[in-house]
């Protein structure tokens, strides 16, 4: 066995600056080891200056002639996790790309051609320009940890994968597999590299080194085979005949995604198709221009600055978390569709809930739903059955309290009414220790009406998830006046142990999100009163880049559930929020949406339709003629949206851009590729969203009228994210 010992080649500190180098090239058995670990850097990434240092390794290895080489990451649970994506939107002229990219590619292309067998050892995360770096070798080798990601997740970004991503690995794995990589940044764990053939072996972390030798062992790789199934997948692709097959069906995919908002998905599909004509430098190119022309983009721009705004906000939330206090037992009340969920990802995270409802049947129903979700991990290879059984384990339901004596955390998830709330209140204050955090998933009623239950308010938040609870981001935790910043904080902890993107926000009615949906959807049911087909309204939001238009949104929450959240918040915005008489109408005909088989669509057949019941329902009878603009129906409802939005930031709700930018974009599919509400809003000018609704005011009404703030704003020349 190989000695682990590493005599240095190099130093640890860059002569040209004196600083910590960005790793270290050691040298143990004649085979040379290239650790990438970047001090200024959680973790590594491709940036001008780890280029730079990569090349002088390179020279050093040159010289040094060595037998083989490993490169390796000295951060635990990380390779190399992309981009220096700071650097790159900081430059401000495309021939700065440009020139990094070329430097970038000069750099893999002198890897490729190293006469001695080359390595990647990878542990954790290995994205974008990491995974790009580790196809320049000749082998890779993955540790088979929970860390382990492959992929190239540019398109996430707006962009394409720009060091040879779209080159290298459809000529590595074939074309059909690596367009499904390129196309949905997906990353894919260890064994699955392995499938792909992305990687040549995968190791347990503690024998990556040693596997690492063994590949170096069996010699630089001459043109090693594909497997046959995907030569002949790769042949189709490159037939004149069968290339509509497979990039034809690529963008009829892409497009039904993404409805053409994103140029990047599109990109890579030609690129791809026109590179793997070429020879590999001239694709490089060629996929080289491409990316310099998507990152000026606003998408990217976009794409990018949601990225930041992310990290802003889990920064913030991790910072506050470090406050939190120990809980080691969660109970759940409600075993529905949100009960149910929320036990689901926290057994799915490792901790034990108690859930409970009120009987053996509801019980029943809750386990079904959780098992249901689990089910579909396994499925995707996401979990094995093994690893679904012991999760399911960790889910205790019960319709006793005894089982919850010990629950020191508790989320509340039980239908939406005050009375009801403040029973179960006193009734887990009764039962739970003194310290029990109790956290309420209410989506609109004020978080201190419901404490004004409890004997210790201090330890009483607001803790509102989404639906459905495994796949939405976002979480909403509400502070109360009197909440403390204990309680605070272990529940921003336990948000964050779930893998949610926490916003923390103060306390009203309909707090923040639910606040400002409420206006979206109901300004829709007004255009469809004034004479607008159902069709055309969902159609119109949808082509402006919503995942689901307003009254297909309101069928999948339910008439009956939206119009209660709307008379809990009614008191307290009074007109503005009024819906028109069509919604009570529906209502009162039973037209509560999917789960009753019609609303505004009609789902009794194989697929849903507009239901022309409606418009008789409103008087009509026909559907009614489309008088007014696509563009009318877009702005009303996103303008009415914005200025609800406003009017928290009035009332002290909420006050970070950022925060609200994610929340509306995590929260409910506000269009990722507009950057935000008020990333759109600064790009409108705000002096023109309040000129568009002073217009809108004076045709349909008061509730119109645009904020004060927004007024403000524009008078000053003032912008969300500009001051």
Known sequence: MPTTAEPPVGTETEPSTGQRAPGRLTLADGIAWLVLDDPAKKVNTLSSRIIGWFEEQLARVEREAPRGLVILSGKAGSFVAGADIEELEAMEDT????????RGHALTARLAALPLPTVAAIDGACLGGGLELALACDFR?????????????????????????????????????ALDLILTGKRVPAKKALRLGIVDAVCHPVDLRQAAVRLVEGGKKAGRKKPLAKRAADLAARLPFAQKLVYGKARETVMKKTGGHYPAPLTAIEIVHDGMELPLDRALELESGAFVRLVTSDVAKS???????????????????????????????????????????????????????????????????????????????????????????????????????????????????????????????????????????????????????SGRPEQVVGMHFFSPVHKMPLLEIIRQPKTSEETLATTVKIGLEMGKTVIVVDDGPGFFTSRVLGPFV?????????????????????????????????????????????????????????????????????????????????????KKEPDGAVYELLGWEEA??????????????????????????????????????????????????????LKQADRMGLAAVVEALDGYAKRYGKRLEPAGLLREMAAAGKGFHSK
């Not at 021939?95 to 070329?102: C, D, G, Q, T």
């Not at 940890?145 to 190239?152: K, P, Q, S, V």
């Not at 919604?583 to 057949?605: E, N, P, V």
């Not at 696509?630 to 709700?653: F, K, P, Y």
């Open 141 to 177: 080798v993955a540790a088979e940890t929970d860390a382990t990601r492959l992929g190239l997740p540019e398109v996430q970004l707006g962009l394409i994968p720009g060091l040879g991503g779209t080159q290298r690995l459809p000529r590595l794995i074939g074309v059909p597999d």
């Open 303 to 453: 794409l990018m600055g949601i990225f930041f705004m992310k990290n802003d906000v889990d920064a913030r939330a991790k910072a506050l978390a470090g406050k939190a206090r120990a809980v080691e037992r969660i109970g759940v009340l409600g075993a529905g569709l949100m009960g149910s969920g929320i036990a689901q990802v926290l057994a799915q995270k490792g901790r034990q809930v108690v859930m409970k409802d009120r009987d053996d049947a509801a019980l029943a129903r809750g386990m079904k739903s959780a098992s249901k979700v689990f089910d579909g991990r396994v499925k995707r290879r996401r979990m094995t059955p093994v690893e679904k059984r012991t999760a399911m384990a960790r889910i205790h339901g019960t319709a006793d309290d005894e089982p919850l004596e010990r629950a020191d955390f508790v989320i509340e998830a039980v239908f939406e009414d005050l009375e009801v709330k403040h029973q179960v209140v006193r009734e887990m204050e009764a039962v739970c220790p003194e310290r029990m955090i109790f956290a309420s998933n209410t989506s609109t009623i004020p978080i201190a009406e419901l404490a004004k239950a």
């Open 522 to 606: 109901n300004e829709a049911a007004w255009i469809l009163s004034q004479g607008v087909s159902i069709r055309r309204i969902d159609q119109a939001m949808r082509r402006w880049g919503w995942p689901v238009g307003p009254l297909e949104l309101l069928d999948e929450v339910g008439l009956d559930i939206a119009h209660h959240a709307g008379q809990v918040m009614a008191p307290y915005f009074g007109e503005r929020i009024a819906a028109p008489p069509a919604f009570q109408k529906m209502i009162d005909a039973g037209r509560l949406g999917r789960k009753a088989g019609k609303g505004f669509y009609d789902y009794s057949g194989e």
């Open 95 to 102: 021939s700065e790309v440009l020139a990094l990219l070329r």
């Open 624 to 677: 009614p003629a489309d008088s007014i603009s696509d563009e009318e129906i877009t702005e009303r409802c996103w303008l009415q949206m914005l200025n609800e939005t406003a009017r928290s930031i009035e009332d002290g709700v909420i006050q970070n851009p950022t925060d609200i930018d994610i929340g509306v974009i995590f929260g409910f599919g506000f269009p990722p590729f507009r950057g935000g509400i």
